[in-house]
């Protein structure tokens, strides 16, 4: 079922892409080919390779429970809350609840995940940016 | 003596203090990224590649950092599958099979250090394949046009799904994708902008760093967080190493073994398609029908420890012949490489030898450098390489993810490209639990803008005419080729497949019977 799936999201990804290649401006100065060419020759090869996944799926690969599939979520949740946080928060701050959040989902108890999240961040801000130079994301405090 | 000559070249770059300590420091943490479950050559090469970049290390020196990481990495692999049985990286998977019963019965140092023994005779082999075969390359590659480029992009494609692929629609799907990526940006021929949905940030393009890192890195975070594999699977086990150096009589029985693989290995890694883990598997099933005249293999017989190790270190040597002389990656750490060669602005290919001869010659110098250091490391150290085992991924996958970002906001500063890199993670996450490969995706980003530039400059010197695709014998063998390496697998795959893993299941059955 899921390579169904997969196969049928895969068919609309390649017709939704040959619609955007055939929405590509041609410029009047062009060569023979022009820049619409290769887009929709993938997009056809897509188009046909997944149409082949939908037709003779593998065998059903093993996903996580609903629990597990929270946790990878909530871990995304707060991976793209690094990243928009990073420049406001500087480095040390940001990086430290990060890791922490993932050390303590992945079975840390909870006072050693405050350890090793700030572990972490202190030691790669110790190597990158203060013996290696690497400019990092400096917060509000200037680190 | 004109090889020689170049060769000794090649030396003065890569020895200066500077470069041997970068060599130093690559082969040591690519033999603990090797060694550490969850990452391999592949996302070890990666997550470095930003960190090399944006430190401003030249092309030389970043060059030999971080293939030292590769021949590190492919050393490292067998660490935790002689002591722990589960293979560091997927090419060390056949060291399991004489490696962890040699362990068990208390040779673990024995085995370690004839592994590294041979490791070093396969990789040491295949740097003089590569300084021999690759130079004859490149004067087939001089009589490529773009329509021969073009098929032979698509060869790459074709084949790189390899002869084991079960699903040869994925891998076409996956090549697909990553071309597409490779199109987001301002076409360089007309400089109208494609696919961008009139995102600024998109008009650069996607930069194939991010896609690889967040790809091959980020969603090895995901996968541990899926199952919760927070401990080492090394923590309740008593690792005991014993004599750290085999008996001569060992080394002289396995001597044989180990220049038979590496010979196999290092021919499946040239050949399109085959890569370091056929490498392993050919030199370990030809071993066993060679040398298996008492049925020890598979009970912790040495040569089935020094076959399959040669084997798939010649491989990653023979990998580096197709990625230096025509440009094209056949493998997934090759593929990183020839990433870690376009970030330096520097385009592989039969021109880099001429143009860049110091690249080449440096980078072949550093490869023999860096397998002595590795050599030289591994037998008196293995001791404090199996502590890393040691570490529990808990601590080790945060560690990783955050160094992934490190690297990536380095290059551009912007959150922008680290939402990018974790929208990537995520669909790598996916896209494996899919069984889809990950690699066709890479070699797509990176090869997608210059596959589809040699496509367009055959018709437009052509006047147009699509056929001029055809017109040679040379494209035309080079696209029957990429036909019969598409089509084979789906007849073959599933048999090639089934042997590699009943070969493993089947000694493990025997194994059990004996040690019951």
Redesign the interface.
């Known amino acids: 079922m899921s390579d169904r799936i997969f196969g049928i999201f895969g068919v609309l990804l390649a017709i939704g892409y040959a619609f955007a290649a055939l929405a590509i401006e041609e410029s009047f100065l062009s060569d023979a080919v022009g820049p619409k060419a290769f887009p929709l020759i993938i997009a056809a090869v897509l188009g046909l390779a997944s149409a082949a996944i939908a037709l003779r799926p593998d065998p059903e690969p093993v996903w996580p429970g609903l629990m597990r599939l929270v946790e990878i979520i909530a871990a995304i949740v707060v991976l793209v809350l690094y990243a928009e946080l990073l420049p406001v928060l500087g480095f040390i701050i940001a990086t430290a609840l990060a890791s922490g959040y993932l050390t303590w989902r992945l079975g840390s108890t909870p006072l050693a995940s405050v350890v090793i999240g700030l572990g972490t961040s202190l030691s790669i801000y110790a190597i990158f940016h203060l013996l290696l130079g690497l400019a990092l994301a400096t917060g509000p405090f200037g680190f | 003596m004109d090889t020689l000559t170049s060769l000794a070249d090649g030396f003065a770059i890569a020895i200066t203090w500077q470069n041997l300590s970068l060599a130093l420091l690559g082969c040591l943490l690519g033999t603990i990224m090797g060694a550490l479950p969850g990452l391999g050559p592949s996302n070890g090469v990666a997550i470095l590649i930003p ?1 090399a970049f ?2 401003g290390l030249g092309a030389t020196p970043s060059l030999i950092l971080l293939t030292s990481v590769y021949y590190g990495a492919m050393y490292g692999g067998r660490i935790s599958s002689i002591l722990l049985n589960i293979p560091g990286d997927e090419p060390a998977m056949m060291t399991c099979l004489d490696g962890y019963p040699m362990a068990q019965k208390g040779m673990a140092g024995e085995a370690l250090s004839l592994s590294g023994i041979a490791s070093f005779v396969g990789s040491f082999l295949a740097t003089w394949g590569l300084i021999l075969l690759a130079p004859q390359l490149v004067k087939i590659a001089l009589l490529f046009g773009p329509a021969e480029y073009f098929a032979l992009f698509t060869l790459a494609f074709a084949t790189l799904g390899g002869v084991s692929s ?2 040869q ?2 891998s ?2 996956a ?3 990553g ?2 990526l490779a ?1 987001i940006g301002v ?1 360089t ?7 961008t ?1 009139g995102e600024v940030h998109l008009y650069d393009g996607i930069d194939f760093l991010v896609a690889i890192v967040g790809l091959f890195a ?1 969603s090895e ?2 996968i ?8 080492s699977d090394a923590a309740h086990r008593k690792i005991v190493i014993g004599r750290l150096w085999p008996p001569l009589s060992m080394i002289r029985q396995s001597f044989g073994a180990m220049l038979r693989a590496s010979g196999l290995g290092f021919l499946a890694g040239v050949l399109p398609g085959a890569g370091a883990s056929l490498g392993a598997f050919l030199s370990y099933s030809v071993e066993k029908k060679v040398s298996d005249r008492n049925g020890t293999f598979g009970k912790g017989d040495p040569r089935g420890v020094a076959a399959p190790e040669a084997g798939n270190n010649a491989a990653a040597g023979g990998a580096l012949v197709p990625m230096l002389a025509l440009g094209v990656p056949g493998s997934g750490t090759t593929a990183v490489l020839l990433a870690v060669l376009l970030s330096l602005n520097i385009t592989p290919g039969p021109l880099l030898f001429t143009r860049n001869p110091d690249v080449v010659w440096g980078l072949i110098a550093a490869l023999f450098i860096a397998n002595i250091m590795l050599l030289a490391l591994n037998i008196p150290m293995v001791g404090l390489f199996t502590r890393v085992l040691m570490v529990p ?3 080790l ?3 990783v ?3 992934s ?2 690297g990536i ?2 290059i551009s ?1 912007s ?1 922008f490209d ?2 990018v ?2 929208g990537f ?2 669909m790598g ?1 996916a896209l494996r ?3 889809v490969p990950l690699v066709p995706i890479i070699l797509g980003t990176l090869l997608g803008n210059a ?2 530039s040699n ?2 400059r055959a ?2 010197i052509s ?2 005419d699509w056929s001029a695709l055809v017109a040679s014998p040379l494209s035309i063998a080079l696209w029957a080729i990429a036909l019969a390496g598409f089509v084979l697998p789906i007849v073959v795959g599933k048999l090639v497949k089934t042997r590699m893993l009943g070969a493993r299941r089947t000694e493990q059955a025997e194994e059990m019977d004996v040690t019951d």
């Not at chain 2, 021929?189 to 696919?195: C, E």
């Not at chain 2, 541990?224 to 927070?230: A, D, Q």
């Open positions: 960190l944006t430190l079960t699903n629609a994925k076409a799907f090549a697909a994708l071309l597409g199109m076409d021929q007309t400089g109208v902008p494609r696919l949905f980020l975070v995901f541990f967080l899926e199952h919760r594999h927070g401990e991924p808990r601590i996958m945060p560690v993810a955050m160094v970002f490190v906001y380095g500063g959150s680290l939402l890199m974790v993670g995520v996450w639990k899919l069984d596959m589809e496509m367009r018709i437009t006047d147009g």
